[in-house]
């Protein structure tokens, strides 16, 4: 599995706890600070405002305020935040456009996949 080679903090928002805390354990074992946790887009504007992390891991789908909620609200305070869309939507079923986005990766999670993603993401940013 590729570690984390960069200082990476992130926020990670998905109104699944289960899901949310195994997510949470595997950033933490890959080397990524995780700053907070939230259940909503409200939740993940107002802890991207009080933490500036490295990355966002958003999920789409949630209750009250979905994910496209906090997208456009942390892109309007943010616009060149790092927005990874975690959804077990297809294609065809996004309400993202592809330059909402950072990045997607699809649930089930793939940790290694994951990880690739983040190193780019983070070789392309130094």
Request: with cysteine; proline share 3%.
């Amino acid at each position: 599995m590729a570690k984390i080679v960069y200082d990476v903090t992130c926020i990670v928002i998905d109104d699944d706890i289960d899901l949310r805390d195994i997510f949470v354990e595997l950033l933490g074992i890959n080397n990524v600070t995780v700053l907070g946790t939230g259940i909503n887009g409200h939740e993940a504007f107002e802890l991207y405002k009080k933490f500036n992390p490295t990355i966002v891991f958003l999920d789409e789908f949630m209750p009250d305020f979905d994910g496209r909620y906090g997208m456009e609200k942390i892109r309007k305070y943010s616009p060149h935040a790092n927005i990874i869309l975690v959804t077990s939507a297809t294609k065809n079923e996004l309400k993202f456009h592809k330059d909402d986005i950072t990045a997607m990766i699809e649930k089930p999670i793939q940790m290694d996949q994951l990880m690739a993603i983040v190193n780019k993401m983070m070789s392309l940013h130094s």
